[in-house]
């Protein structure tokens, strides 16, 4: 199958032109967010259709991000460190704090988003394959430059676009193509894309109140709280779930953005539920074992 497409990305002032070659085998490492826009599992169907041979959900990275995430807190707490740590995974909330926080670096919490963590794994188990994100986000591209563990980004505006150009229709009712996700699969994470995601999925009830954690979007709310650290600490908060896009990565500027916040909100919400109601065994999870020995701490 030959596809192409041309989407004019006005953040980089780019083209980004993605290519399916013939001789290669490409594999799509899908956003949680995507429910938000397109139906389950239609959408996994048409990625089939397009040329992806493979189609993964990121959620099992997510939970590799939320362990390390645990242990790294774990190892800190219990050595009696005084800091107030801030949640990573937003590209664009790391590029504000090295460009105009310098001093907050090293109160990130030094671990790969779930887009560089399943990178990993997929650098494991497919090796052979090219690696496409698709996602919400426009900073993710430069992230994915920056790690090289994923070949391409997407946005799903530019997805859109390529199922368009070529031809796919939202429906997809031939069987060749209907097939669910690959393995890694992973049901409580499909939150993470709501503000709060992480932290309520990171499982935190042996080492954190909630009154040490402080959940918060949007970049004006972002500015006035790393302007507000004092000798690396923000009030008496031990853990900062912050994102930079208002209501979450589900409002990221790769949506495609016919429905509203609260309107995406509930399809999340009714996509997990439904993952756990009827996906929960279907022998795809990803589990701790598979990702044993890959490293998912990163430096910033
Ligand atoms: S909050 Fe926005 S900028 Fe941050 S990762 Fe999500 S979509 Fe990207």
Redesign the pocket.
Known sequence: MYCYGSVKCIFFLVYLIMVFEKDKKYLCLLAPSFVSEFDYPNIVYRLRMLGFEKVLELTFGAKMVNLTYYSVLKENLDKGEKKTWISS?????VNLIRLKYPHLVENLIPVHSPMGSMGLICKRFYSDYTVVFIG??L??KTEATELGTVDEVLTFKELEQLFTENNIPEVVEDSRYCVSFDKFYNDYTKIY?ISGGLSTTLNYRNLLKKKDILVK?GSENLTKIFDGFKDGMYKKYKFLDL???EG??IN??GMIGNRSVRERTKRVLRYRDYAWQYEKDLGKSGQKIDAKDIDFKRKF
């Open positions: 995974p937003c590209p664009t909330l919400p986000c900073t993710k894309p979007e994102l930079t896009c979450g990565c990221g500027p």
